[in-house]
């Protein structure tokens, strides 16, 4: 048995250069939360926290011959403010990383994993990761091409979408990182913007 969750989940995992809707059930995922600008001191260790704990828990169930690849880097961002989050300071910004998991992944196969990720590779920090079902609904999502400074001209195009729709936000500004940012041109780097959306009353 063999999972590939970015192939396999063209819906969850694809978009298009235009805004458009979807709707995303509940799904598993690992999950950090903390406070920091994008490649901080604070969001670098997470993200070293998370993905040595995914693997962990993939190298548990490739014993059973469950072999599944780790899924892309996600992140929900917001701010603690009436400001736009870009009127406020970059540090004062505060993000939850995933890392989804496939369906059968247990609460008992990521502890035993935390475990072995601590005495292996001493990171204590995996203890506050959390495995945990989000459902998002209905969202508005469209593919970012470019750096992430640029990010805010697409933005611009999805909330152009949700009031023409009659749509107001439901839920965190969410990112899917489709691109290694240390193997691709800034220029070429691919990210899923996705926001979770309702019928404005």
Request: charged share 25%.
């Amino acid at each position: 048995m063999k999972t590939d969750l970015v192939k396999e989940d063209k819906a969850y995992y694809s978009a298009k250069k235009e805004p458009d809707l979807r709707s995303f059930g509940p799904l598993s995922y690992l999950t950090i939360t903390g406070q920091g600008e994008p490649a901080g001191t604070a969001f670098t260790r997470a993200v070293e926290a998370l993905f040595p704990l995914a693997y962990g828990i993939r190298k548990i169930y490739k014993l059973q011959d469950m072999i599944f690849s780790v899924p892309k880097l996600e992140g929900f961002w917001w701010v603690d403010s009436d400001k736009p989050a870009l009127d406020v300071p970059r540090k004062e910004w505060f993000w939850k990383l995933l890392i989804r998991m496939p369906e059968y992944v247990t609460v008992e196969s990521v502890e035993q994993a935390k475990e072995q990720v601590i005495i292996k590779k001493g990171i204590q920090l995996v203890n506050d990761i959390h495995f945990e079902t989000i459902e998002e609904g209905q969202c508005v999502q469209i593919m970012h091409i470019g750096p992430y400074s640029s990010e805010p001209e697409t933005i611009a195009k999805m909330y152009a979408f949700m009031k023409n729709n009659n749509l107001i936000e439901n839920g965190l500004h969410h990112e899917i990182y489709i691109s290694d940012p240390r193997k691709t041109a800034p220029e070429k780097m691919k990210t899923i913007l996705r926001q979770g959306v309702r019928t404005s009353d």
